[in-house]
């Protein structure tokens, strides 16, 4: 049933056709990934360290792009602080509300 839902109205030789697509599609991207990762210098020296600085450098870019890249005008950060401001209001007023009054209003 689910292969009549993903194939619907493939002949079984048009399936077997893009399954073969799809694997020499995956091998050739599986070898040039195992390429690099074989050409990356200090294999000897460090290892599975050997690509930290790569891993730091992604990981600068992704807090970089969360600060800097705003979608409709709002970013994460913006987000993070709203969401932060608001809890400590309700914390607030709840303390100041007696608890289960401010939660049922």
């Given at each position: 049933?689910?292969?009549?839902?993903?194939?619907?109205?493939?002949?079984?030789?048009?399936?077997?056709?893009?399954?073969?697509?799809?694997?020499?599609?995956?091998?050739?991207?599986?070898?040039?990934?195992?390429?690099?990762?074989?050409?990356?210098?200090?294999?000897?020296?460090?290892?599975?360290?050997?690509?930290?600085?790569?891993?730091?450098i992604f990981g600068a870019m992704l807090e970089f792009t969360m600060i800097k890249w705003e979608?409709?005008?709002v970013n994460f950060y913006k987000t993070f602080k709203r969401r932060r401001a608001e809890e400590?209001?309700?914390?607030?007023?709840?303390?100041?509300?007696?608890?289960?009054?401010?939660?049922?209003?």
């Amino acid at each position: 049933m689910l292969r009549d839902n993903i194939f619907s109205g493939a002949t079984d030789a048009s399936i077997t056709e893009k399954v073969k697509c799809f694997r020499f599609c995956e091998n050739i991207t599986m070898h040039f990934i195992r390429e690099v990762v074989q050409k990356w210098p200090g294999k000897k020296r460090f290892g599975h360290y050997r690509f930290l600085p790569l891993f730091f450098i992604f990981g600068a870019m992704l807090e970089f792009t969360m600060i800097k890249w705003e979608f409709r005008g709002v970013n994460f950060y913006k987000t993070f602080k709203r969401r932060r401001a608001e809890e400590i209001v309700a914390e607030e007023l709840k303390d100041k509300l007696g608890g289960e009054q401010y939660l049922q209003n």
